[in-house]
Structure formats: C-alpha cells, structure tokens
C-alpha cells in the first residue's frame, strides 16, 4: 500500500498573523469600533449621557461660552482648554442637542479606535506581529477606554494625542523633519489637553537620545 500522506504542517497564529497583517488589524480597528458604538448606544438610553456635573458639565458649559462668541476669553484657564474648544466647534455646528451629542461621541468613538490602531503600529515596531495583535485586542476590549471614549470629557484625548506623539518620534527616527516638526504640534496640543504634559518634556528630550545614540546633538 502506499505510504500515508504526511499531515501538513501546523500554522500558528504567529504565521498567520503574519501572512495577514492589514486582515486582522482592521479586524481588531473594527471590534474596538463596534464596541465602542455600543457602549455609547447603550448609555445613550440611561441619563448619564447627558453632561450635568462635575467636570462634564464645566466642559460643555465652557463650551457654550466659547461657541456664543468668547472664542478668547478674558481670564486665565483654570482647565486645559482644548477640549473645551473641541465642544464649542461641535455646539457651533450642531447646534445643542442630539446631533451634538451624537457627532461628539461618534467623533470620540473614531478616536478611541485610532488609539487602537496607532498602539499596533507602535508594537509592530519594538516588537512583533503577535505582541501587535495582543496589544490591540487589549486596547479594543479595555473598559475604561471604552467608558471615556463615551464621555463629555478630555481623557480619550490625551490617550489618542499621546500614543500619536510617540509613533511620531519613532517615525522621524531623529533625523525626518517633517516628522519632528509634527512631533512638536502635537505635543503642544496634548499639553492643551493636559497641561502638567510640559514636565515630561526634558524627559523626552533624554528619552530622544537614549532612543536614537548615533544622532550628533547639532543635528
């Protein structure tokens, strides 16, 4: 009789993963898209999506202010304003009610999940396909993303701003400008959204170095 056919060898997911590495990264975009929406579908039902104490309510009421034409002011911030602007933009736009509730969340769920897809594409760089794919499911799947994602309030910012400066520095490699200069604005905006940022700023200037040992300090 002729001799068995050999079984074929087994994939593992890191093979997998491999051979399919925009599949499962949209796959992983679009769980923590879809879990996100539906948080944010769920809570519209309870009346805790409507912003009415603490700091939500400061932000959309500083928020109400700038969009009625204090786009300015005329005393110092007592909060990191950015977010304040991002809801006067909204309300300017939407007008209050639910399409502002609607656009803002809609807008937060899209930021929520391009903190997944940029945490992705950090691990694809200090690590591998699989720490990726880990790494990613675990951003999708994590609650308090999700609850802040879906909440008048600046912290789903911070997280987005802050993943998305360190892809840069990595990008730029120490040497891009285009990149660095990016790198720049957007930790002058993640400062805007949270202002005790501006202390991490000698230690990222030491991290920068540490990082890149063969970039000369003139250039």
């Known amino acids: 009789p002729a001799p068995p056919r050999p079984l074929p060898p087994r994939r593992n997911l ?21 879990l996100r929406l539906l948080y ?31 786009w300015i002011g005329d005393k110092i911030f007592i909060q990191s304003p950015l977010y304040a602007y991002l809801v006067a933009v909204f309300l300017k ?11 803002l969340r809609l807008f937060q769920v899209l930021i929520g999940t391009g903190t997944c897809l940029l945490t992705i594409r950090i691990a694809r760089r200090v690590a591998s396909e699989r720490e990726a794919f880990l790494a990613g499911i675990l951003v999708a799947v994590y609650g308090p993303f999700l609850f802040y994602d879906g909440m008048v309030m ?9 993943m998305y400066l360190v892809d840069l520095l990595f990008r730029s ?35 920068f170095f540490l990082a890149f040992p063969k970039l000369s300090l003139r250039a």
């Open 93 to 103: 736009v939407l007008g209050e009610g639910s399409f502002f509730q609607w656009g």
């Open 14 to 34: 890191a093979v997998w993963l491999q051979e399919n590495s925009a599949t499962w990264v949209w796959m992983v975009a679009g769980l923590a898209f879809v």
């Open 154 to 162: 600046k912290t789903f910012l911070s997280t987005f701003l802050t």
């Open 40 to 70: 944010v579908l769920q809570v519209a039902r309870t009346p805790y999506s409507y912003p009415d104490r603490l700091d939500p309510l400061f932000y959309f009421n500083w928020g109400r202010q700038i969009a009625a034409g204090s």
């Open 173 to 207: 490699e120490g040497i891009h400008r285009r990149e660095l200069a990016l790198s720049g604005f957007v930790f002058a905006l993640t400062s805007l959204v949270r202002d005790n940022f501006v202390l991490l700023f000698p230690l990222l200037l030491i991290g």
